[in-house]
């Protein structure tokens, strides 16, 4: 056995790396979760979705693919759903449930189309939309501008208590 001066040293140099060696080895083998996206209506979305992973201080941004298998990174912070007729979505991880097989399904609410009347307006309007429980409307779930000669937008559909100012 080996005690003190030199052989002690590498004794316990030689614990620290093989501590290393498995915590890298176990974050390796964490887990990718298999995502499954519905709208609203729990129906499988049909068109290509953009999905920007929040990892440490960078985001990852990855396209979803109809019918085609994703696994999520195997660990992030948040994640930000959006395609030209869904979303826009924002969840934290710890926000997500996993199903009993692993997997995650994430529900992200179609868009819909947001008329505005009243004639010219001079200014483009800015549209925010908060969610309905929203004690603060600090942070909007949905912002848009609608400019002067526009009557229009797609919002995500849902319920929301919605903010109009001239911009």
């Known amino acids: 056995m080996l005690r003190g001066g030199r052989g002690g040293r590498l004794l316990r140099h030689l614990v620290a790396l ?7 080895s176990a974050l390796a083998a964490e887990p990718r979760a298999l995502l499954h996206v519905v709208d ?4 499988t979305v049909e068109e290509a979705l953009d999905l920007c992973f929040h990892i440490d201080l960078r985001t990852d941004c990855k396209r979803l693919i109809p019918a ?7 660990v992030f912070y948040s994640v930000r759903i959006e395609g030209e007729h869904h979303g826009p979505l924002a969840l934290r991880r710890e926000q997500l449930q996993a199903e009993a097989d692993g997997s995650f399904r994430i529900s992200v609410a179609r868009k819909a ?9 001079p200014k483009p309007l800015a549209i925010s939309l908060y969610p309905p429980n929203d004690l603060t409307f600090r ?9 002067p000669s526009a009557t229009a937008v797609n919002v ?3 319920e929301f208590v919605a903010s109009l100012a001239t911009a």
């Not at 093989?18 to 890298?24: G, H, M, P």
């Not at 942070?139 to 400019?147: G, V």
């Open 18 to 24: 093989s501590v290393l060696l498995l915590a890298s």
């Open 40 to 43: 609203d209506q729990g129906k």
């Open 139 to 147: 942070e909007p779930a949905f912002r848009a501008t609608l400019q």
């Open 68 to 74: 085609e298998e994703f696994h999520t990174p195997p």
């Open 113 to 121: 189309l947001l008329h505005i009347d009243g004639g010219l307006r």
């Open 156 to 158: 995500p559909a849902g």
